[in-house]
């Protein structure tokens, strides 16, 4: 009987002696984990007297290593709260909202939902997002108010800087003469963009003398087309969109100049500009609303540079990898 309890005595020893350790081991994660947050909540940087948490600046900075960006961070922040796009702009407060969005579309797709963007944010990646939203509605706040400007202010500033944006000029009009070198059979593959080169050098001045040039190419089992082409703002969304491989080389010919060998869609193009005319601009109202927009960036550009300029900046750590 004596050995029956001794038995039971260790058992009962050993189930008190693992509940102690594992609330030993819970305790000490959760320690940890506390621990790990009061660390990440330390206060490392102030810009304008708005502090900068370690954590922020772990995830947010430190991989830039650029004092200027947090900066200009802080200083958009500040914004925000000022022209009340958010009252709360602490990072304790962008974690919450970093939890419930992960929280959000993780049900969204338990039901089947569609959402845009990531199944699940990162946290530097909602971080960016989250503070591009905030500018874009920054911005709008600032166009209705600080940035506001009729339509005859804002034609003397198209007027003053149109020649500064390419955007704001019709494309070129380009008279061009395209000679397109293409196999008679597309498995059939014998010419290279080199030898096309050996064979112009041979024949010259082959855009108006294409005779025995074109004899050799049809040797080798090619075809010449000689195409007459106009690219002008009427061809410009084609040009751009589809045919870019074209359009580039020809809007950087001068008259008479002719390009180097283009291998494009599965032939060779050799393009030689005949004639061109500089693009005119386009009319105030024409591009008012893209003119505004403009405005309206630079203006803020101006703001932010102008803060950061101004803003007091104190480093409280000064073991932080900071330019």
Do not use: W
């Not at 339509?151 to 019709?170: G, M, R």
């Amino acid at each position: 009987m004596k050995k029956k309890k001794r038995s039971i005595n260790v058992k009962k020893f050993t189930i008190i002696i693992t509940i102690i350790l594992t609330f030993l081991v819970l305790y000490i994660v959760v320690v940890a984990n506390d621990k790990v947050d009061d660390d990440g909540d330390r206060t490392v940087a102030y810009v304008n007297d708005e502090p900068v948490s370690l954590r922020e600046f772990k995830q947010c900075f430190s991989t830039q290593q650029d004092l200027d960006y947090m900066i200009r961070i802080k200083i958009e922040q500040l914004l925000f709260r000022e022209k009340n796009v958010v009252e709360d702009i602490s990072y304790k407060t962008f974690i919450k909202s970093f939890i419930e969005e992960n929280e959000r579309r993780k049900k969204a797709l338990d039901k089947g939902e569609i959402i845009y963007g990531p199944k699940e944010f990162q946290e530097d990646d909602y971080y960016s997002y989250l503070h591009s939203k905030r500018v874009l509605l920054l911005k709008e706040i600032l166009a209705a108010d600080k940035f506001a400007l009729n339509d005859e202010k804002l034609k003397v500033y198209y007027d003053n800087s149109k020649k500064l944006y390419s955007d704001f000029k019709k494309q070129d009009y380009i008279e061009a003469k395209l000679i397109k070198i293409s196999p008679l059979d597309i498995r059939d593959k014998k010419l290279t963009a080199s030898n096309i080169k050996e064979l112009i050098d041979i024949h010259d001045n082959i855009f108006d003398n294409q005779i025995d040039f074109q004899d050799t190419i049809e040797k080798n089992g090619y075809r010449i087309d000689v195409i007459d082409r106009v690219f002008d703002e009427t061809t410009a969304r084609n040009d751009i969109k589809f045919e870019y491989s074209i359009y580039n080389p020809v809007s950087r010919l001068e008259v008479n100049e002719i390009s180097e060998i283009i291998d494009y869609n599965g032939a060779f193009y050799i393009i030689k500009c005949i004639s061109r005319k500089e693009g005119s601009y386009y009319s105030f109202e024409d591009k008012k609303d893209i003119i505004r927009t403009r405005y309206n960036d630079e203006k803020y550009e101006e703001l932010i540079q102008k803060l950061m300029n101004e803003s007091e900046v104190k480093i409280v750590d000064e073991g932080l990898d900071v330019k």
